[in-house]
């Protein structure tokens, strides 16, 4: 209890400190003091200049003319009452609304005791239920969490998610703990999470994250169904990430690292950008290196490669590889499930320079840890693009950095935004208890073979049969899609629309408020107006 409070109070100050130093709208924008911000703070400043740039857009908005006679019980309001409004609804969008800490005890199966700790941040209800990963590791503190749960709001509000932003993460090193005693802790902490309100399909949706996956999820979601939604029909709605044999969907693993790679398409096809950076837009011969090989580093490395990108180099956190000739991504990954490292990888050799991160390439992808760029080897990144498929990996004084250079940062809560949008679509399919496909699938593949005799029939009935019937042959990739969409094909057709969608608002904004290639504003400015919206015509009470 008295660190619950402890971390509450904690919260409360650094709220009250941040509304404070954001108090005038119209504040100038400094880089200074903002390299090594902790983390919370560092989504803050992003949140700060995007809030301020679309303040008067906003206000605009807000004051357009009101048709008494058709609204005769609207009161008309003055300017600056509306900017009133704007920056209030500002202040509600900032904090984080709840944060969690849960301590319990863990019996190890040396017969040890252990405290346990975890934490859960819920940053926003405007859309419910909130949305965000749980994650193991050992530096997991209330802090991150509020940051990754903040971001998550962004991240969902870039790609029209309807969620709210949350995020929670456990004390632990996986790697030092067995099966069993893993499962105990993450019984244990799905029990606590849904004892406070923090769990539930309709409340909050956990996911996976860092060192976490489809086995965690079936714990959370068994535990919950067992207890809190006995009778729930939708309690495995509870998380997503699942297996597929308990209502996960087909395409989730990869979804992150697919969207990573979606993202970056979007933007290296665009001449303008391409041109304004020096490179030729397309992915074919363009050089790339990977930081973190994890879930998202792997499936990232794969669709790049797939599509005529070189993989150079690999940073790991015991190592790093390089090949300026290029590393075959199959290969790497049967290595390292084999020796469970990339050090030693044959097809590459030891890399011994400085900082691999600051090596000639086309694009870098940091998909390891938050606050990697800074200020200190910013000026150092020799890559054209920089595709954050981590949370956070730039502070904000690298940020302007990297934009001074003439470099494209592709902003992590666009770019990584493929594994909440494919946890949306199982979200939904659990929700209404069918798969992806299954209504239409025999419907699909008779309209289709439907669809090649009638076009027979038309040429027939044109030019006769003297020569036998007129054959109709479909094109190999009309062929494989004729006998209907599965549910990956409509995953991966959903989760390409909905990259391609958001880029192109991205962009849009950019344009419009003369951003050049700082991408992230302009994604932050979308994110806060698609909130702002839901907050201001909801007609919130300032209590």
């Excluded at 990996?393 to 690298?398: H, V």
Aim: hydrophobic share 35%; net charge neutral; aromatic share 8%.
């Amino acid at each position: 209890m008295i660190r619950l409070l402890s971390s509450i109070r904690q919260s409360l100050q650094y709220e009250r400190k941040l509304i404070f130093s954001a108090a005038s709208s119209r504040a100038t924008y400094s880089t200074g003091s903002d390299d090594d911000p902790n983390f919370y703070e560092m989504v803050g400043v992003f949140f700060e200049k995007g809030a301020r740039l679309v303040e008067d857009k906003l206000v605009d908005e807000l004051s357009e003319p009101i048709d008494t006679k058709a609204r005769p019980h609207v009161i008309p309001v003055s300017l600056d009452e509306q900017r009133k409004k704007v920056q209030g609804i500002f202040k509600i969008m900032r904090p984080c609304n709840h944060v969690l800490q849960i301590t319990f005890p863990l019996k190890r199966d040396n017969g040890e005791y252990e405290v346990i700790s975890g934490y859960r941040a819920q940053h926003s209800q405007h859309r419910t239920p909130c949305k965000g990963g749980m994650r193991f590791a050992p530096d997991v503190h209330a802090d991150e969490v509020k940051a990754l749960a903040s971001l998550m709001t962004w991240k969902c509000a870039v790609v029209d998610v309807p969620f709210g932003g949350a995020k929670a993460g456990i004390k632990i090193d996986p790697r030092k703990y067995s099966e069993r005693e893993l499962e105990k802790i993450t019984r244990r902490f799905a029990m606590e999470l849904g004892k406070k309100g923090f769990l539930g399909p309709g409340i909050d949706v956990p996911a996976p994250d860092m060192n976490t996956g489809a086995r965690e999820m079936s714990w959370m979601a068994d535990t919950y169904a067992m207890t809190f939604g006995h009778g729930d029909v939708n309690a495995h709605a509870c998380v997503t990430g699942k297996p597929i044999t308990q209502g996960g969907i087909h395409g989730r693993v990869s979804a992150t690292g697919r969207g990573v790679f979606h993202g970056i398409e979007n933007f290296i096809n665009e001449a303008t950008f391409m041109s304004a950076i020096g490179i030729p837009p397309g992915f074919l011969g363009k050089t790339f290196i990977v930081q973190g090989l994890g879930n998202v580093g792997l499936h990232s490395m794969r669709y790049l490669h797939r599509h005529g990108a070189i993989c150079v180099g690999i940073i790991e956190h015991d190592g790093s590889i390089f090949n300026p000739s290029g590393i075959d991504p199959v290969d790497l990954e049967d290595y390292k499930l084999a020796h469970g490292t990339v050090v030693g990888f044959p097809g590459a050799e030891p890399y011994e320079g400085a900082s691999l991160l600051e090596e000639e390439c086309d694009i870098l992808i940091p998909c390891a840890i938050e606050k990697v760029i800074t200020a200190e080897n910013a000026p150092r990144i020799k890559a054209r693009i920089i595709a954050e498929g981590a949370n956070g990996p730039t502070t904000p004084a690298a940020d302007k950095i990297l934009q001074e250079n003439n470099k494209l940062v592709i902003p992590d809560l666009y770019l990584n935004a493929g594994g909440v949008t494919v946890s949306y679509f199982e979200w939904l399919k659990n929700l209404n208890h069918v798969s992806y496909g299954r209504l239409t699938f025999k419907y699909d593949k008779e309209a289709n073979f439907d669809l090649l005799d009638s076009v027979q029939k038309s040429l027939e009935q044109r030019f006769g049969k003297y020569g036998g019937e007129i054959p109709i042959t479909p094109t190999d990739e009309f062929a494989k899609k004729i006998a209907g969409a599965s549910e990956k094909d409509i995953v991966h057709s959903g989760l390409a629309y909905t990259m391609e969608r958001s880029a192109r608002q991205i962009i849009h904004t950019s344009r419009s408020y003369n951003l050049g290639l700082d991408l992230r504003t302009a994604a932050y400015v979308n994110a806060i107006s698609k909130v702002f919206k839901v907050y201001s015509e909801a007609g919130f009470a300032f209590t």
